[in-house]
């Protein structure tokens, strides 16, 4: 029986023992962490007693200031235990529980050093403290040992806060360098502001003020940078006259002897990226010809590759076509191969040459070849840096040359906008559009100065062209919405009909032969530049369309040129009439045959390949070319800008473009009154969104018509809480009107607009 009582109580115990062995974790923690708060009380003078005093003053003996860190060590541990986490830790763990432990020695070495009295009773960094800092002190003196302290407290936060004192240290230095350049900007403008005003004063004292009719002509015409000593003096010899003429020479000798503002520094090579080293090797072409001649063996066609032009994009494969035997009345001829047999296998050659797409060019201009275009397997970036130093773009004699890419045979392609005189860009999106629009603007910033180049931009997407705000070039500023951009069209043709004004008085039928007139100031080529054509039609289809209609039709011999680029090259954007006054075209990849069609007038932009692929059409010979467009990055773009805003000085107030005015006059008249009288009259209630809808306007100037009406008494003010206005005024036939349901139904309408 005792012997059976003995086993069941082991029993019991064995049972009890493994109940408890699955919380040993729990109940360990929670002793350890209870400690640990218990230390921390007695530390804190909480609690009292023989034993916690004892540990308490053991522990501020050894670690001092650093005493404090021992209980809440023990209740970390406590609570991992509890939590069941394990001990072991990971690397980054590690490193964090390294860090604490590091800025925990800084912090006891420090109040060793701040020690009043050296001595471990004293120390407040306790026995350990006092022998890491006395061991510094004696061996390298305390500051030293200040510098040792600094060094264990960022190595500890790098450690636990995971992050870089070396961009902690860029990131300040990017800040004392940006704050020492404006601090020089401000300086530099101050000083250009001061000698602007002693110049200023000096010029009032020896000559006349000019009216302003003359100070406007001078910005469009004349800018002050280049103002030259002769042009002065036959000014000055004109309004004076015979009776004065010696007292108005010597004033106008004495600011001939030093000109207004020197000549501004034309930009150099240096701004762009060196080129990159073009990939590919003959081997690979070797190859690939082999394959092109055995793909259209098996389909009984002969051929032999005789010429090969690798290009950055895709290498041109010169296919001769060879000979058939065929019977004819009974004797055998030799027949040539046809060029249609030839493009019928572009697939069977894409596949054998798993490249894609293919592009047939029957003939190669000026040889009896087949061009087969064969995408290369890597892309070669073309730098904006090698056209522009190609002796194609240096030696270039016509007006406004244009840098735009390379041609299959590696050779700088160069144009002249004014030979054009117009040009149209358009693509899908992501093929290269405004990289090219980049490219233009920078080989014209690149090879003109000021008084040669005045350039007019529009920007509907307000992200592409707007960087160009500042340069000497640019008239006004970049325009970002439509009634300003319509402005700007609208001066445009204000400034056309002035220039053929002017050739009419003087005799001359374009500005070539008005630049051979002697004793005449210089008129600058104007280019406007349009982003998003499709967006302006849309939005304002009437007051876009013919101003560049206008444009394109006669502003060719005045000097002004148009460069519009849209990605949707629809029939409603590209009309009928723009197309034909715009015979240049450039096409990047487009989506359809059908928006190939559009803009080149045939198909074959739908398999160009991307990434700057693209198909120009030449004004005149009409034949496309195909060429691998320049890159242009935004870093290098914004070289170029700040090179011209550095000779002309920083400004951050734009100035005013000279459309301005336009804007002001459309607010107190508009054309289109009367048509938005007889509208509003044939309604009841009347919004601004009813009459951009029927007169086909943008919604600002459907609101300013709405207003002009509110003001004629035609309509009243809004009502019912929306933004329809009734009609004052309506028609004499009653029943054409709205009845109240309708006009409710126009208000809800108007209000959800």
């Known amino acids: 029986m005792a012997g059976g009582a003995h086993l069941g109580s082991q029993s019991r115990l064995s049972g009890l023992a493994d109940g408890l062995k699955g919380y040993r974790f729990e109940i360990v923690g929670l002793l350890v962490a209870c400690w640990g708060l218990v230390t921390l009380a007695a530390m804190l003078g909480l609690t009292d007693g023989v034993l916690i005093g004892a540990f308490s003053e053991g522990v501020f003996a050894v670690f001092g200031v650093g005493a404090p860190a021992i209980g809440l060590a023990l209740v970390a541990i406590g609570a991992a235990l509890v939590l069941h986490r394990p001990l072991a ?47 510094l002190r004696a061996l390298a003196g305390a500051p030293v040992g200040w510098a040792v302290a600094l060094l264990l407290a960022a190595e500890g936060l790098h450690l636990t806060l995971h992050f870089s004192w070396r961009k902690v240290l860029q990131t300040i230095a990017r800040a004392l360098r940006r704050s020492a350049g404006n601090l020089w900007a401000l300086v530099r403008l101050g000083l250009s502001s001061l000698s602007r005003s002693v110049v200023q004063a000096v010029r009032q004292r020896v000559s006349p003020q000019p009216s302003d009719r003359a100070r406007a002509e001078v910005f469009i015409s004349a800018p002050p940078e280049i103002a030259k000593p002769a042009d002065v003096d036959g000014t000055g010899e004109e309004e004076a006259g015979t009776e004065e003429g010696a007292a108005v020479e010597a004033v106008d000798e004495e600011p001939a002897e030093e000109p207004d503002e020197e000549p501004l520094a034309m930009p150099s090579l240096d701004l762009f990226d060196p080129p990159q080293r073009a990939d590919g090797s003959e081997d690979d072409d070797a190859v690939r010809a082999t394959i092109i001649e055995e793909a259209l063996a098996s389909f009984e066609i002969p051929a032999k590759v005789k010429d090969v032009q690798r290009g950055p994009a895709f290498t041109r494969f010169g296919l001769e076509p060879g000979y058939t035997e065929a019977t004819v009345n009974g004797q055998k001829v030799l027949r040539k191969i046809r060029v249609s047999k030839v493009s019928s296998l572009v697939e069977d050659l894409e596949l054998a040459l798993r490249a894609s797409p293919i592009r047939v060019e029957a003939p190669i201009p000026g040889r009896p070849l087949i061009g087969l275009e064969v995408p ?62 980049s490219a233009i603007l920078t080989s014209l910033l690149f090879a003109y100065r000021p008084s040669e180049l005045r350039l007019l931009l529009v920007d509907r997407k307000q992200v592409e062209l707007v960087r160009y705000n500042g340069v000497p070039h640019l008239l006004g500023r970049v325009e970002t919405t439509i009634d300003g951009a319509v402005a700007l069209l609208r001066w445009a043709c204000k400034e056309m009909d002035d220039r053929y004004t002017e050739f009419a008085n003087r005799g001359v039928r374009d500005l070539a032969g008005y630049e051979k007139l002697a004793g005449v100031e210089k008129l600058p080529r104007i280019v406007i530049v349009i982003d998003e054509l499709a967006d302006l039609m849309l939005s304002a289809p009437d007051d876009a369309e013919k101003p560049i209609a206008r444009l394109a039709q006669m502003a060719r011999a005045t000097g002004i040129h148009l460069v519009l680029a849209t990605q949707r090259p629809s029939v409603d954007v590209v009309t009928g009439m723009i197309k034909t006054n715009i015979p240049a075209r450039i096409s990047f990849a487009t989506a359809t045959q059908t928006d190939s069609r559009v803009i080149l007038d045939s198909v074959g932009a739908e398999d160009l390949i991307g990434y700057g692929d693209m198909l120009f059409v030449s004004p005149d010979s009409g034949k496309l070319h195909r060429l691998q467009g320049t890159f242009v990055s935004e870093e290098e773009t914004r070289r170029l800008v700040e090179f011209w805003r550095r000779q002309v000085g920083r400004d951050e107030r734009l100035p005013v473009a000279p459309w301005s005015n336009m804007l002001a006059e459309e607010e107190d008249q508009d054309e289109m009154f009367d048509q938005a009288v007889a509208v509003a009259r044939e309604v009841s209630a009347v919004s601004a969104s009813y009459l951009q809808r029927r007169l086909r306007v943008g919604y600002p100037r459907a609101a300013n018509l709405l207003g002009l009406l509110e003001e004629a008494g035609i309509v009243g003010p809004a009502t019912g809480g929306g933004r329809s206005r009734p009609v004052l005024q309506p028609s004499e036939d009653g029943d054409e009107l709205f009845d109240e349901g309708e006009l409710e139904e126009l208000v809800d309408e108007d209000d959800e607009a």
């Open 89 to 135: 830790f990971r690397s980054r763990r590690a490193l964090r529980v390294l860090g604490l432990l590091l800025i925990w020695l800084a912090c006891m070495v420090a109040a060793e050093l701040a020690a009043p009295s050296p001595g471990w009773r004293d120390s407040y960094g306790g026995a350990l403290g006092y022998l890491l800092g006395s061991t």
């Open 376 to 437: 290369n397997t890597a892309v070669s970036l073309v730098r904006i840096r090698e056209l522009l130093g190609a002796p194609q773009f240096q030696e270039w004699k016509q007006p406004l040359r244009l840098a735009l890419g390379k041609e299959v045979s590696g050779q700088a392609f160069v144009v002249s906008l004014s030979s054009m005189p117009h040009l149209l860009i358009a693509g899908a999106t992501g093929t290269g559009k405004s990289v090219c629009i």
